[in-house]
C-alpha cells in the first residue's frame, strides 16, 4: 500500500512540474515574438568563381617543309633540369639535323615575365623555339 501511494505521489509530482515547464516556455516564446529585438539583415552571396571569358583560338603556326638551313632557338626559362634538357636536345638536333642551327639562350626574366629582348630577337633569327617552361 505503501509503494502506491509513493508512486502516485511522484506521478502527481511530475505533472505538476510539467504544467509549469510548459507555461514557462510559452511566455519565453511570447517574449522572442515581440517586434523590440532587431531583425538580421539579409545577405546575398555570390560565386567567387564568376563566369571566364570566352576563349579565342588561335592556329599553330605552320611546321617548315624542311630544318635544313633552318636556325631553331632553344630557351632555357630557368625551370629545373631544362638546361640539361635543352642540352640534350641540342646534341640529338646536331647529330640528326648536321644542316640545322641551332642557338641556345636563357631568359633573364625566367618563368614570370617576357624578355622582350630575346623574344625581338627570335621574331628577327629564329625559324623555330623549343621553350622549356618546365612540367
Same mark, same amino acid.
Given at each position: ?5 509513493? &508512486? *502516485?505521489? *511522484? ?18 516564446? @511570447?517574449?522572442? #515574438?515581440?517586434?523590440? #529585438? ?10 567567387? !568563381? @564568376? ?9 599553330? /603556326? /605552320?611546321?617548315?617543309?624542311? !630544318?635544313? @638551313? ?6 632555357? =626559362?630557368?625551370?629545373? @633540369?631544362? %638546361?640539361? !634538357?635543352?642540352? &640534350?636536345?641540342? +646534341?640529338?638536333?646536331? /647529330? ?5 642551327n &641551332? #642557338? ?7 618563368? =614570370? #615575365? &617576357? %624578355?622582350?629582348?630575346?623574344?625581338? +630577337? *627570335?621574331?628577327?633569327? /629564329?625559324?623555330? $623555339? $623549343?621553350?622549356? !617552361?618546365?612540367h
Amino acid at each position: 500500500m505503501k509503494w502506491r501511494v509513493a &508512486v *502516485i505521489a *511522484i506521478f502527481c509530482i511530475g505533472f505538476a512540474c510539467s504544467i509549469s515547464l510548459s507555461s514557462n516556455q510559452a511566455s519565453a516564446q @511570447g517574449k522572442k #515574438e515581440s517586434p523590440a #529585438e532587431p531583425q538580421m539583415p539579409r545577405i546575398t552571396v555570390l560565386n567567387p !568563381l @564568376g563566369t571566364p571569358p570566352p576563349i579565342k583560338l588561335k592556329p599553330q /603556326a /605552320a611546321r617548315p617543309d624542311t !630544318l635544313d @638551313g633552318k636556325t631553331i632557338y632553344f630557351v632555357n =626559362t630557368g625551370y629545373i @633540369g631544362t %638546361d640539361r !634538357l635543352m642540352s &640534350v636536345m641540342m +646534341e640529338w638536333f646536331k /647529330a640528326h639535323c648536321p644542316k640545322t642551327n &641551332v #642557338e641556345y639562350k636563357v631568359s633573364k626574366t625566367g618563368m =614570370t #615575365e &617576357v %624578355d622582350k629582348d630575346l623574344w625581338a +630577337e *627570335i621574331g628577327a633569327k /629564329a625559324d623555330a $623555339v $623549343v621553350l622549356g !617552361l618546365g612540367h
